[in-house]
Each structure stands twice: as structure tokens, then as C-alpha cells.
């Protein structure tokens, strides 16, 4: 899996979006750019993923820069739960050797 | 459907005692992976199955640590004897053939 660079923490205001960055610049053309986030004493959750596309599902959005070497994942709007490390991975599944390599993430804190 | 389901949720050993971790995966997963996370820090696959059969175990460190995945469905991760760096986050995972993974909650060891 290509290397991503995220900064390691931000805080967002509740009610407002939140724009987690992410830079893969060695992103090969099969990987997918996926984000998991993991909330205080839980295993990481899928959030959602992406491979040239943005996309968009009931928990955030995902932009890619047409030469896919950064992305920003939207919190649309941001509530306390929000709260969490978000991770960028850039994977290709079914790929050999596969398997999902975890960064330090962000580390998002949702202030009131 | 149920998620994976790890357990215990937590463990206190001392050290140089044996400890083993249990996890069923989602209904129908053929891949499990194990990882572990240390405090602050991402996760870090330990060992991944294909079915019954260990694919990448590279990352394991094999003088303490055993896994097995018997009948290709629940897993079991042993380490013995457990040394005071072995505190950390296990976390189990499974897919359908590499894609989306779903984390259990982890079992979060300490040794003393």
C-alpha cells in the first residue's frame, strides 16, 4: 500500500463541515483511497472509499484531486460523535499481499 | 447482520504468563486478520487467513506468539509467555475476499 501523510490533529466547531486532508502522492492507478475511523475503545469503522471518483454516503464525502495524489474526506456536518482518529489508507483489495496499513491518522476533536 | 465478536474485552496478566484472545468473524468471511495497536498509534497486522490457511503471518513474532483458525471460521491469537511490551490493543478483522473490513472492538491486554 502507497504511503499517506495526514496531520495529526485538527478541531472543527459542531454544526460546521469538516475537511480531513490526506496526501498519497504514490498512489498506484489499482489502490483505492479508503477511510476508517476509530472512536475511543472501538475498532476502526469504514467510512467510506474511493478510486477516481468523489463519492458520497450518509456519513461524509469524498474528494479526490483529478491526479489522485490527495484527497479530503467532509464531514458535512459535524456533531461531538464525530469525535475520533480518522485514517487515509490507500489499498488495492484482492491485490497479493493485501491488507490495510494504518498511518498515525487524525486525531479530529468536535468542539461544542 | 452481527459484527465480529472478540472476547475477552479486557485482560490483566502478569508477565510471563499465557493469554489467549478468541474472535468470530462476520458470517460468510473468508479473510481474517489479527492486529495490534499500541497506545497512540495505528494498527499493525500481526496475521492474516485465507479460510483455514495462515497467507501472511511475517509480522507475528513466532517465539511467542501462535494463532490458528480452525474449520476456517473462529480464530484464536495465544502468546506465551506474555512480556510487559505485549500490552497493547488486539483487534481482529474480517472481509469477504479483501473487501470491506469490519473491526470487532478488541481485547485490551495488560501486563504487569
Known amino acids: 500500500d502507497a504511503k499517506t501523510t495526514q496531520p495529526p490533529s485538527m478541531d472543527c466547531a459542531e454544526g460546521r463541515a469538516a475537511n480531513l486532508p490526506c496526501n498519497h502522492s504514490?498512489?498506484?492507478?489499482?489502490?483505492?483511497v479508503y477511510w476508517y475511523r476509530q472512536i475511543h475503545s472501538q475498532g476502526p469503522q469504514y467510512i467510506i472509499h474511493?478510486?477516481?471518483n468523489n463519492e458520497t454516503n450518509e456519513m461524509a464525502s469524498l474528494i479526490i484531486t483529478e491526479d489522485r495524489k490527495s484527497s479530503t474526506l467532509i464531514l458535512p456536518h459535524a456533531t461531538l460523535r464525530d469525535t475520533a482518529v480518522y485514517y487515509c489508507?490507500?489499498?488495492?483489495?484482492?491485490?497479493?499481499?493485501?491488507?490495510?496499513?494504518f498511518g498515525g491518522g487524525t486525531r479530529v476533536l468536535v468542539k461544542p | 447482520e452481527a459484527g465480529v465478536v472478540q472476547s475477552p474485552r479486557y485482560k490483566i496478566i502478569e508477565k510471563k504468563q499465557p493469554v489467549a484472545f478468541w474472535c468470530n468473524p462476520i458470517?460468510?468471511?473468508?479473510?481474517l486478520y489479527w492486529y495490534r495497536q499500541n497506545l497512540g498509534q495505528g494498527p499493525e497486522l500481526l496475521i492474516r487467513?485465507?479460510?483455514?490457511?495462515?497467507?501472511?503471518d511475517s509480522q507475528l513474532p513466532k517465539d511467542r506468539f501462535s494463532a490458528e483458525r480452525l474449520k476456517g471460521v473462529d480464530s484464536t491469537l495465544k502468546i506465551q509467555p506474555a512480556e510487559l511490551g505485549d500490552s497493547a490493543v488486539y483487534l481482529c478483522a474480517s472481509s469477504r475476499q479483501d473487501f470491506g473490513y469490519t473491526f470487532g472492538s478488541g481485547t485490551r491486554l495488560t501486563v504487569v
Open positions: 474511493g478510486l477516481k
Open positions: 489508507i490507500a489499498h488495492a483489495p484482492g491485490a497479493a499481499g493485501n491488507k490495510l496499513t
Open positions: 458470517s460468510g468471511h473468508n479473510t
Open positions: 504514490t498512489i498506484s492507478g489499482n489502490e483505492y
Open positions: 487467513y485465507e479460510n483455514e490457511e495462515a497467507v501472511d
